[in-house]
C-alpha cells in the first residue's frame, strides 16, 4: 500500500512512500512526483472547496485542485473551520488501575514532595545580559569534570532574551518570572544557581520572594555588577557550582509509584506521518500513564488550535472545555494583537514533511 486514506469523509490520502508521476495511489494516477508524507487529491476539489484530512477540514482550495494531483502550499489555503464544542458529549471516565496493581519507578525525591526523573544542576539567568555568564558556567562542567559525581545528570543552563527594557508588572512580567520559577523548583533540578546582572528588571529578590525560594547549599544567587564583571563572576559561578556538586550528589533514586510522574509534551520535527505513528503512540501512552494515576500536561496549547473541539468533547466538565476554549481565545488575541497569524504554525521544516496549515498539525497532534 503506496497511500493511506484516514477517513471515508477524507478527499486526500497521505503518501507512505515517494510517490512517481505516472503511479497509481488511492484509486488515481498520479500527476507529479510527489514526496512521502504528502497528500495527494483522490477527488477534483474545486477552488474554495474543504480539503478533509482525518475526518476533519484543514483548509480550502485555493484553486482546483485536480484528482492525483500534489495537495501543499501551492493550492491549499488556511482558513478557520466551523467547530462544534459539543462539551464533555465524549466524556469517559478514567478506569484506574487498582492501587495493588499500580507500577513504580525509581526516582529522586524532593523536599517538596515532587519526584523527579534526573538530578540536574540550573544555572538561570534572570536577564539577557547575564545569559553569556550562564552558559559559560555551565559549559565548565564537561562529562570528564563530572565522572566523579554519579548521581549528577549534567550542568544546563536556563537563558532568557528578556528580564529588562519591559514593565515590572504585567503579563509578560509574570510570564517570564512564573518559567524561571518553574525551572527553580521543577523536581529533575537537584541544585541551581541563579544569575543577575544586578541593575534589571527581573530583579532576583522579586523572584525569590514570589516563589518562596530560599537559598541555601544547593541553590546559589549572584549579581554580576556586585562581583565585579563578566570573568570575576564566571569564576564566581564555577566556584559555586564545584562547591554544590556533592550536596546535589547525595540524592539517590528511590521508588515512587507512577502517580507521582508528570510528563509534558512537546512538539519537535512535525511531518504528515506524525498524527499517524508517533502521536497516537504517545497518546496510548498516556491514557497508561493517567490509568496509573499519573499527570500529562499538553504544552503547546497553540497547536490545537482547529481541533479544540476533539478536547471539549472529552472535557470532564463544562468549566474545563471553557477554560480551555479560553486559553485559545487567548492565544488568538495575542495573535491578532502581534499582527500575524496563527497559521504561521507550521515551521518550514513542517511544511517541508507535508504539514501545510496549523489546522492539520493540530489535527495530528
Not at 213 to 223: E, H, L
Not at 261 to 280: E, H, K, R, Y
Amino acid at each position: 500500500m503506496t497511500s493511506l486514506r484516514l477517513h471515508e469523509a477524507d478527499n486526500i490520502v497521505v503518501a507512505r512512500t515517494d510517490l512517481a508521476k505516472g503511479d497509481v495511489a488511492g484509486g488515481c494516477r498520479v500527476k507529479q512526483n510527489i514526496p512521502a508524507a504528502h497528500k495527494m487529491a483522490i477527488d477534483v476539489i474545486a477552488k474554495g472547496e474543504p480539503v478533509r484530512k482525518y475526518g476533519h477540514i484543514i483548509g480550502y482550495a485555493s484553486v482546483e485542485i485536480a484528482a492525483g494531483s500534489h495537495v501543499h502550499s501551492h493550492n491549499l489555503a488556511y482558513g478557520p473551520a466551523p467547530l462544534k464544542h459539543d462539551f464533555c458529549a465524549g466524556y469517559r471516565s478514567t478506569d484506574f488501575v487498582p492501587d495493588e496493581r499500580r507500577e513504580f519507578f525509581n526516582g529522586y525525591h524532593r523536599a517538596n514532595g515532587a519526584v523527579g526523573t534526573r538530578n540536574m544542576i540550573a544555572v538561570l539567568s534572570m536577564v539577557n545580559c547575564s545569559a553569556m555568564v550562564a552558559r559559560s558556567i555551565a559549559r565548565a562542567f564537561t562529562p570528564e569534570v563530572l565522572a566523579g559525581y554519579a548521581n549528577i545528570d549534567g550542568v544546563a543552563a536556563f537563558t532568557s532574551g528578556t528580564g529588562c527594557g519591559m514593565s515590572g508588572s504585567g503579563e509578560g512580567f509574570d510570564i517570564l518570572q512564573r518559567v524561571i520559577g518553574g525551572y527553580a523548583r521543577n523536581p529533575n533540578i537537584g541544585g541551581g544557581l541563579l544569575v543577575g546582572l544586578g541593575c534589571e528588571i527581573n530583579q532576583i529578590d522579586f523572584l525569590l520572594e514570589a516563589y518562596g525560594i530560599s537559598p541555601g547549599p544547593a541553590f546559589q544567587v549572584m549579581n554580576i555588577q556586585t562581583l565585579g564583571g563578566t570573568a570575576k563572576s564566571i569564576r564566581a559561578g564555577v566556584e559555586r557550582i564545584r562547591d554544590m556538586l556533592p550536596e546535589v550528589n547525595r540524592a539517590r533514586r528511590r521508588s515512587a509509584p507512577l502517580s507521582r510522574l508528570m510528563l509534558g509534551l512537546q512538539c519537535g520535527g512535525s511531518d504528515g506521518l506524525s498524527g499517524i505513528t508517533a502521536n497516537p503512540a504517545l497518546g496510548h501512552a498516556c491514557d497508561l500513564l493517567v490509568a496509573q494515576g499519573g499527570t500529562v500536561v499538553l504544552s503547546e496549547t497553540p497547536e490545537i488550535y482547529g481541533a479544540e473541539h476533539l478536547l471539549t468533547r472529552r472535557a470532564a466538565s463544562p468549566d474545563i472545555a471553557r477554560k480551555l476554549l479560553a486559553r485559545v481565545a487567548w492565544w488568538q488575541e495575542y495573535v491578532a494583537r502581534n499582527k500575524g497569524s496563527m497559521d504561521n504554525n507550521p515551521s518550514p521544516g513542517n511544511k517541508a514533511g507535508g504539514l501545510t496549515t496549523i489546522l492539520e498539525k493540530s489535527l495530528g497532534a
